[in-house]
């Protein structure tokens, strides 16, 4: 057996190390665990072991220098090195060191089970030293691909100038930017099959999508570095002037490999929108933005194309000139009722009305299906708070539409898809007397409500009501309501047209000062607080 030294400042890492690992089975045993770098060095030095699986960061001796003591005292002994941090200056210094494995938290096990047979094979094997180094370098650029795209893809969804210098990102992930020309482009995947949503894209296939289109453009001259996100591919293009003169035509090349490669099945229609140009990688978020408002004009130019958004106009709106705060209350009890007729007629009037038609963008139309996707979340959870997140779902179904008609059917399927559960389950879930009495708070809770109008209602008892009540829900009519009081407040407390005043008189609460303290006990915190916190 070849003993393992288990090295984290992190118990429950160390045995979650422990536990994940079948170490009989790959000849392996673990001969001691430590919880800083000193304690590892001194057990290193009594037990001798075969392989130190020690984390970057720890107290008293970093996991480095816990190498390099080891490597000192001359103990033949092989590194794996586990770090929650993915800095590139580590890995470096590790691989002067010929440490065999670099791996970033959370650690998987199937990865790090590899691993550990490699290493063993190569211990076994008396293997050399330069394989093992050639072995390490692959791992790296791996990981440095990894570091890349978790960069691009925290920084990109910032919508806001990079935190670091371009010196310093191109120092710390081996990017290659240059002082010119930058611009976003944004290659949407749709799928030709309706039921299928982007989410459950293939990963494998979007990945290699991703590596054929950064192929591309580097082929054409252009530096590219390209990221997967649901539904799309984003590149970060940084070329010369002369180079941006033609990016169009090469977006067209990189288009057509796409359209050709046969491993996609013929399953997908792609269109890609560029960005605005712009001289410095600060402004980015600005070109995306643009490049992914380009994409949204295929409901309207069509798929397989490409799109410059130098060439659209980004007409400016408010979602509240077409969705009221009137037209969403409608909806929104329109969605808790199920009342399937009249919310396609409230859907169609939205999207087929003569200004919209006259004057919509295809952002609008987008904006405004994406409104109706949040609205109709908030409802469901009024209804069923442990549902699963719907809103979601739509709204990666919205992402995938190709024309107006998708958009129309996807909010009328997905609501239609809802009501139709929803009503299952409740007549399956309470008796009639007490769906009853929940549809009627659901509509009426701004008014005064006692249990004795509702046994008015359904023709009970009010004291074998409230049993009855109390046992099918698992909570008194008095807390139910409440409830019910507070989740409308949450969402109207969104809206900075009303005071806490205005939010607690118009749940069906006259006292603000008890209205306060039922929220904070309920929620946590006060209503001013939530407002803050969620603005």
Not at 61 to 82: H, K, P, T, V, Y
Not at 499 to 516: H, Q, R
Request: glycine share 4%.
């Amino acid at each position: 057996m070849l003993k393992v030294l288990i090295a984290d400042d992190e118990t429950l890492v160390c045995e979650l190390i422990k536990m994940s690992i079948d170490w009989g089975a790959l000849g392996l045993e673990v001969s001691g665990t430590a919880y800083n770098g000193l304690e590892a060095l001194e057990m290193a030095l009594k037990i001798k072991p075969d392989i130190v699986i020690t984390d970057v960061r720890m107290a008293g001796l970093d996991g480095l220098s816990l190498i390099e003591g080891i490597r000192n005292a001359r103990l033949d002994c092989r590194f794996i090195i586990i770090s929650g941090y993915p800095d590139f200056s580590y890995a470096q210094k590790a691989l002067k060191l010929s440490v065999f494995e670099y791996i970033l938290k959370p650690i998987d096990e199937a990865t790090l089970t590899e691993a550990l047979i490699r290493l063993r094979n190569k211990i076994q094997l008396d293997g050399e030293a330069s394989s093992q180094i050639s072995a390490y370098k692959s791992q790296l650029d791996h990981n440095l691909e990894l570091m890349r795209s978790r960069f691009l893809t925290e920084q990109l969804s910032l919508s806001r100038p990079f935190d670091m210098p371009l010196k310093e990102i191109n120092e710390t992930y081996q990017f290659q930017f240059q002082y010119a020309v930058y611009a976003a482009m944004v290659v949407k995947v749709d799928s030709i099959f309706e039921e299928s949503q982007p989410s459950d894209m293939d990963t494998l296939l979007l990945r290699k999508m991703c590596a054929a289109t950064q192929q591309r453009m580097n082929k054409g001259g252009v530096l590219s570095y390209s990221i997967v996100k649901p539904g799309r591919l984003i590149s970060i293009v940084n070329c010369t002037m002369e180079q941006a003169a033609d990016l169009y035509n090469l977006s067209q090349a990189v288009l057509y490999e796409l359209q050709n490669r046969d491993e996609w099945f013929n399953q997908y229609t792609f269109t890609i929108g560029l960005g605005t140009m712009t001289d410095s990688l600060d402004k980015i978020h600005h070109s995306l933005a643009a490049a992914d408002t380009a994409v949204k004009y295929r409901i309207v130019n069509g798929v397989n194309r490409v799109i410059n958004s130098a060439s659209l106009s980004f007409p400016h709106y408010s979602i509240r000139d077409y969705i009221t705060v009137d037209d969403e209350k409608t909806f929104f009890h329109l969605i808790q009722n199920c009342d399937m007729i009249e919310l396609k007629n409230w859907i169609l009037s939205l999207f087929q009305s003569p200004h919209i038609i006259k004057y919509a963008s295809p952002p609008l139309l987008f904006d405004l299906a994406e409104k109706c996707a949040d609205i109709f979340g908030e409802a469901v959870k009024t209804l069923d708070p442990d549902s699963m997140p719907r809103s979601e779902i739509l709204r990666q179904a919205l992402d995938n539409c190709r024309s107006l008609e998708d958009i129309l059917r996807t909010l009328l399927e997905h609501i239609q898809s809802f009501a139709q559960d929803y009503y299952t389950s409740r007549t399956e879930t309470y008796s009639k007397p007490i769906q009853m009495m929940k549809d009627y708070v659901l509509l009426h809770y701004r008014e005064p409500i006692k249990l004795n109008d509702m046994a008015e209602l359904v023709h009970f008892h009010p004291n074998y009501l409230s049993e009855l009540f109390r046992k099918e829900t698992g909570m008194t009519f008095s807390d139910y309501l409440t409830d019910c009081r507070l989740d409308a407040a949450k969402r109207l407390l969104l809206d900075l047209q009303y005071n806490v005043y205005d939010v607690a008189e118009l749940v069906g609460i006259k006292d603000t000062k008890y209205f306060s303290r039922i929220f904070k006990k309920a929620v946590g915190v006060t209503p001013s607080e939530y407002r803050k916190l969620h603005m």
